[in-house]
């Protein structure tokens, strides 16, 4: 006589013996690579070392999940962004809820896991699958990648991948500022008075100078005695460009406007790098980078939604200044972090480590700074260079001046700069910004 077993643990013991019988994954696993096998630690166990050649790595199944997220959240932002422009609606600064929250999250520490998730190395057979996947999230354009997609071998080189030569042209006028980055353009404007403002959004700046820090070498008003000798470095350019990147390095003012000499204007442009963007920075210009600056900060994200709602954004995130010279005068690109952007790469100094572990107050740590020139001469790079790299994408401030009039004696002739952008704009590197023409 067979004992008799409750109806609810013959169902169990059926479904047990169901998933233990190989049967049902016969044709499924004839379907997929086969990895080539490697020796079980348990060769008691006749099934662990097929199971174990089926089991996605667990960095590669969070990576998946991330990207599933960020594509939603994208989706949704974009389509509320998109909403608002049609019905030419500009939504002003507003702090919420989710800024005050975002602010108590150690999301520099969450930045630093997910650098290492993504510097981990994925199977050769999978890297074309996650990469596609990545693609049709975040709308890149794979078919510029400059390596085959299986070259790639972590996201982190998938996400600093170099582009086929001239897949972005860069514009050859010499009167013309191009892009540094592929990206959407936020904000562009230029720069008045003495305590000059950088709009963030609509009903809120901040300082510029808290941007580039105190000891920028930001222009100010110039007197006689400065700009007697900017007339003179103008004059001696042609002789000896040297000499003239010590002046400009020694008192980099702007001129005052008289009927001899130029008038410059001080703008500047904010470029904001989405996950799917091409990741690379490059030089705006021929320029001379004098001075660079680390500010160790947060990592608050970078997207439209988050410069609605937080607070000096820019300047309280981790950021990389570089500052120069150019032909028309001063120059200096802000590469702003974020969640998950905690690492800035730059080509040009290479042993420069951001997002690094910190005990101290991250507002009470001065820059960390370096001096580049060495006889006025610093590091020179020549329009579209390479000059940088994010993880992922952030945000690039650009600070320039550029001329606004010139009158002369005898016969008036006037440039002017103007920009040849407006927010909402994509851009990619190598097109223009602005440019000045003769008239």
Known sequence: MKPRVPHRFRLLSYHIRYLNHPKPFTSFAKKLPTPQSTPSINAGNGSSQGDS?????????ATILMLGALHARRMYDDKKTEEMREKGIEVEFQPDVKASFLRLLPLRSISRCWGQLTSLEIPVWLRPHVYRAWARA????????????????????????????????????????????????????ELKGAGAMIEQVKGFSYPVFSLLGARSLLPTTADSDVQEEHSESIESTEKSKKSWWRVSLASPKVWDPTLSCPKRGLFYCVIY?????????????????LVRRH????????????????????????????????QEGFMALAAVGATNIGSIKLFIEPELQTNKPTKKSLHSEPPEERVY????????????????????????????????????????????????????????????????HSS
């Open 295 to 326: 500010f160790s900060g947060n990592l608050y994200p970078v997207n439209e939604r988050a410069t609605r709602t937080f607070r000096n954004l820019y300047i309280e995130n981790e950021r990389v200044v570089l500052e120069g010279v150019w």
């Open 138 to 189: 975040f709308h890149s354009n794979l078919e510029e990648a400059a390596l085959p997609l299986d070259k790639y071998t972590s996201l982190k080189e998938f996400f600093v991948r170099a582009l086929k030569e001239g897949s972005r042209p860069i514009d050859a006028d010499p009167q013309c500022l191009i892009s540094p980055v592929d990206g959407t353009i936020l904000r562009f404007g």
């Open 53 to 61: 050649s089926y089991l996605l790595p667990g960095a590669t199944v």
């Open 373 to 436: 020139h060495s006889e006025g001469v610093g590091r020179v790079l020549k329009k579209g260079d390479e000059l940088g790299a994010f993880n992922m994408g952030s945000t690039v401030v650009l600070v320039f001046e550029a001329p606004i009039s010139k009158l002369l004696h005898k016969g008036g002739s006037s440039e002017e700069f103007n920009f040849s952008v407006k927010c909402g704009d994509k851009i990619r590197v190598g097109e223009a910004l602005g440019r000045w």
């Open 273 to 289: 790098l989405k996950p799917g963007d091409y990741h690379r920075i490059h030089s705006p210009a021929d320029w001379n980078i």
